[in-house]
């Protein structure tokens, strides 16, 4: 149960009003429709954030974000590479390391403070397999319910080797949707903070986070 999880290697795009005709050209197909609340936890001294980590609860699941090697940051160019943990034991360990506190029983235990928290309604899409490809690609269309549209393309990869190929494909594939930029997109909770916590925003921009 220890391996590591697999890398999500993303790019996220602003969604223009021809991305789904774009998408149904592709052949990509709607796999799913969801509706979830997110709630991001951070200590008072903004320790994970600020080393880039990210935790929250989805509904009623625990999930960290963090970059693949530590110490270093999950943006890359436009776009990003992070490792998921679902696992309270992983989780508490994770976040026990980096407050540098024993390891409580519980996540609701360290005292952590709820710093964003919103509702998003995704629609997923998945794109067809390529002809020499067995990477499965999905295209998320997320609305948040503070007025804020994002899409995002990911892939996941077992091994940091196929990172420089993702990132290639996720490229590729911003072209064909015409949506691709060179800078990176502001994802939802970035947006949030710019929107409702300004001085963490701006301490996460100091910090070369976001
Ligand atoms: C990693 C991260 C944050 C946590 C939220 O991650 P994100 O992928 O934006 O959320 P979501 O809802 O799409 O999660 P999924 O359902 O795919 O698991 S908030 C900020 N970061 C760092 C970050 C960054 N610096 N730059 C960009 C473009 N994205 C994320």
Request: charged share 30%; hydrophobic share 35%; with cysteine.
């Amino acid at each position: 149960s220890h391996l590591p999880g697999p890398i999500e290697v993303e790019r996220k795009f602003v969604p223009g009003p021809e991305v789904e005709k774009s998408l149904c050209a592709l052949g990509a197909e709607l796999v799913e429709e969801i509706t979830f609340r997110d709630s991001y936890y951070d200590s008072p001294d903004l320790r994970l954030t600020l080393n880039d980590i990210w935790l929250r609860r989805r509904e009623d699941n625990w999930e960290l974000k963090h970059p693949p090697q530590r110490g270093a940051r999950g943006l890359n160019g436009a776009s990003t590479q992070y490792m998921e943990l679902t696992s309270s034991d992983d989780i508490i360990c994770r976040v026990s390391e980096e407050l540098g506190v024993p390891c409580p029983r519980n996540i609701e235990s360290f005292g952590l403070n709820e710093f964003a928290s919103f509702v998003t309604r995704r629609r997923r899409f998945q794109l067809p397999l390529g002809e020499n490809s067995k990477t499965k690609v999905v295209v998320d269309l997320d609305e948040a319910d503070f007025g804020f549209a994002v899409g995002e393309v990911e892939v996941l990869v077992k091994t940091q080797e196929e990172v420089e190929d993702a990132f290639k494909k996720l490229e590729e594939i911003c072209r064909l949707l015409g949506v691709f930029r060179e800078t990176p997109v502001q994802g939802k909770v970035s947006t949030y903070l710019k929107m409702n916590r300004a001085e963490h925003y701006r301490q996460l921009l100091e910090a070369h986070v976001i």
